[in-house]
């Protein structure tokens, strides 16, 4: 856009050059008194909620992600950010966008699925020229495999491997403890993904966003 304020400057000195001896005040503007400002477009950055919706804490863990993903979105407009949301239970992960139905709770836990499908929408934001931020709510129990099998050793086994993939990507993650008490297998997790480890026992959508919005501005 044309800087008007910068250009009368750089015009200002000349003026009486310009106008010669006729004395006239009409304004002379050469073109290379033009000042032109620049605007550079903010790459748009996108949330992504991976979300363990199995066991007991499903629904409230649900819930309050719902509510961080409310708030958070009515943020994302101005700053034209985007949020996404995976579910995790049962045998498989599914992706929501946008995020405006409940979810079934309940059921196993295959974590590693989650991360695989986190991975991809990753990627799919990063083609599109956009940021991400993964946001990972779990209470640090992986007992599915990659292949749907069930038993805690294999699931936690795939989980790491599926962690390290986000490592490699450079992902800037963010993981929520939401056990009751902390789990060594959540921080085991979050140093493979490279991650910023947060307990948050009782965690609240506005506890969340704000946890979300300090892993941002990281």
């Not at 000042?35 to 007991?56: E, L």
């Not at 509510?67 to 985007?82: H, I, M």
């Not at 990507?169 to 939401?178: E, F, G």
Request: proline fraction near 5%.
């Amino acid at each position: 856009r044309l800087a008007l304020i910068e250009t009368l400057r750089a015009a200002a000195p000349w003026q009486r050059l310009r106008n010669g001896a006729a004395g006239t005040r009409r304004l002379r503007i050469c073109p290379e008194d033009i000042r032109i400002r620049r605007y550079r477009a903010r790459p748009g950055t996108t949330t992504i909620f991976a979300v363990d919706a199995s066991g007991s804490a499903a629904l409230h863990r649900l819930a309050e992600a719902k509510g961080a993903v409310e708030l958070l979105l009515a943020e994302c407009y101005a700053r034209r950010d985007r949020v996404a949301l995976i579910a995790f239970r049962g045998r498989a992960a599914e992706v929501l966008l946008p995020p405006t139905h409940a979810l079934p709770g309940g059921g196993a836990t295959p974590l590693a699925a989650a991360l695989d499908a986190a991975l991809i929408q990753v990627e799919a934001e990063r083609r599109d020229g956009r940021t991400p931020l993964l946001v990972l709510l779990t209470d640090g129990r992986a007992n599915v495999a990659r292949d749907g099998t069930a038993g805690r050793s294999a699931g936690e086994a795939d989980a790491l491997a599926a962690a390290r993939g986000l490592a490699a990507a450079r992902i800037t993650t963010l993981l929520v403890d939401t056990a009751p008490r902390a789990q060594p297998f959540a921080r085991t997790l979050a140093e493979a993904m490279r991650a910023r480890y947060l307990a948050l026992p009782q965690a609240d959508a506005t506890g969340l966003s704000d946890a979300v919005a300090l892993a941002r501005a990281a």
